[in-house]
């Protein structure tokens, strides 16, 4: 069975979440849940790259009517997403659908209010990350917002301890779920070329993660 684009996280699906606390506590999670207030009461959601389903939890406990569209490439990840989903047991104000697959899965004239990246955006190397973020802008409403959690040192250069950590990292997805990247992308460059400013910017882990509500300039101050 050939294997699908970007499907590498696959075999790291059992423990990705554990792994990811162990190292960084809970500072991705909180990174996750300081964009929660920018999501609409009732609005159209893409999550791409959510993996086993914990941003989902949160989305769905805010009681908000979403529309949600849950894209994830690794058949396992999106598997836990979907269990979790099934075994919620609060009242449902939202309506999810999975998909497996990249951002090429998303569909001729689909449009979202809002688009989340958690931790996504930093494995993918440059010519490739501007193919995803230009398909994904092309998706996002003229009004709509992209919400952005991921490793971005506010400190630049990055302190040696975010470096040796930031290089670990990629030594240790690229060996086993063969992520492209090898060092974080221009993060700035790609959005300012697509005409995004953030509104919002809060720092975590030491500076290390940033959680960001992004717009498109036209918009600012809207």
Known sequence: MPQLPDSGFNRVAPFYDA??????????????????????????????GGGTGWLLEQLLQTGKKLDILYLEA????????????SKYKKPL?????FRLGTEQSINPGEQFDVIFTPFLLDLFPPQRLQVLMSKLAAALSPDGQWLFADFWPVQQPAPWWQHLLIRGMYTFFGWLSNVQATQLPDYKAHFDALGFREKYSQPFYGGMVQAKALERVGELGS
């Not at 991705?28 to 999550?47: G, I, N, Y």
């Not at 690794?74 to 989903?85: F, G, S």
């Not at 104000?93 to 659908?97: D, Y």
């Open 19 to 48: 792994l990811a606390r162990l190292v960084y506590g809970n500072a991705l999670e909180q990174a996750q849940l300081a964009l929660l207030p920018f999501v609409p009461q009732q609005t159209r959601v893409l999550v791409i």
């Open 74 to 85: 690794a058949p396992a990840m999106l598997q836990r997403a979907e269990r979790k989903y």
């Open 93 to 97: 104000h939202c309506h999810v659908t």
